[in-house]
Antibody, heavy 121, light 108 residues
Framework: EVQLVESGGDLVQTGGSLRLSCAGS????????MNWVRQAPGKGLEWVSG????????DYADSVKGRFTISRDNSKNTLYLQMNSLRAEDTAVYYCARLPVKYSPYYFDYWGQGTLVTVSS | EIVMTQSPATLSVSPGDRATLSCRAS??????LAWYQQKPGQAPRLLIY???TRATGIPARFSGSGSGTEFTLTISSLQSEDFAVYYC??????????FGQGTKLEIK
């Protein structure tokens, strides 16, 4: 059974940093591209970032480019999102989501349960 | 960036009836469109990909259609567990991936 479990969400001050993790199990982690998608309280879904199965190729939404860094450790079956210079508008539940292929673009076939990031002054 | 617009924002339907949800794109991108269902406090769940292919385990009462800029999700004979928020997602013109703002399907 495919499982994605996020962790690392917390309350952080404006301008601070946070690193999110997503542990994958039940599948060959390195064979699938992974993404982060966020959802602000009461709002819709917003794609944040994606990474290929090998980790060589990465992409970012304009809203986070230069502040967030996506990475993965295939030996640990774990996806990361390093978030720097956090703003109030980054407050959201962050989901990791899997593509059913090694490279983007494609749809998201499995999602984690999410981890809440709250940015406050 | 392709802008996805869903309508209506809220749809009130009685159990057993049919629901039709629409998703319109600001520009054409073939059939690379997915639909997700999200219930309160839960992660989104994939329902449809490729505009019309049901994901594994999705009941046959869910169907998708459309191409280009106009897409539809139809739920025939609504069950109590179908009342949720539904999002469309285009993956044909990327980056970025974009989603519609969601349609809330509520019990009438």
């Amino acid at each position: 059974e495919v499982q994605l479990v996020e962790s690392g969400g917390d309350l952080v001050q404006t301008g601070g940093s946070l690193r999110l993790s997503c542990a994958g199990s039940g599948f060959t982690f390195s064979s699938f591209a992974m993404n982060w998608v966020r959802q602000a309280p009461g709002k819709g879904l917003e794609w944040v970032s994606g990474i290929s199965g090998s980790g060589v190729s990465t992409d970012y939404a304009d809203s986070v480019k230069g502040r967030f860094t996506i990475s993965r450790d295939n030996s640990k079956n774990t996806l990361y999102l390093q978030m720097n210079s956090l703003r109030a508008e980054d407050t959201a539940v962050y989901y990791c989501a899997r593509l059913p292929v090694k490279y983007s673009p494609y749809y998201f076939d499995y999602w984690g349960q999410g981890t809440l990031v709250t940015v406050s002054s | 960036e392709i802008v996805m617009t869903q309508s209506p924002a809220t749809l009130s339907v009685s159990p057993g009836d049919r629901a039709t949800l629409s998703c319109r794109a600001s520009q054409s991108f073939s059939s690379n469109l997915a639909w997700y269902q999200q219930k309160p406090g839960q992660a989104p769940r994939l329902l449809i990909y490729g505009a019309s292919t049901r994901a594994t385990g999705i009941p046959a009462r869910f169907s998708g259609s459309g191409s280009g800029t106009e897409f539809t999700l139809t739920i025939s004979s609504l069950q109590s567990e179908d009342f949720a928020v539904y999002y469309c997602h285009q993956y044909g013109n990327w980056p970025p991936y974009t989603f519609g703002q969601g349609t809330k399907l509520e019990i009438k």
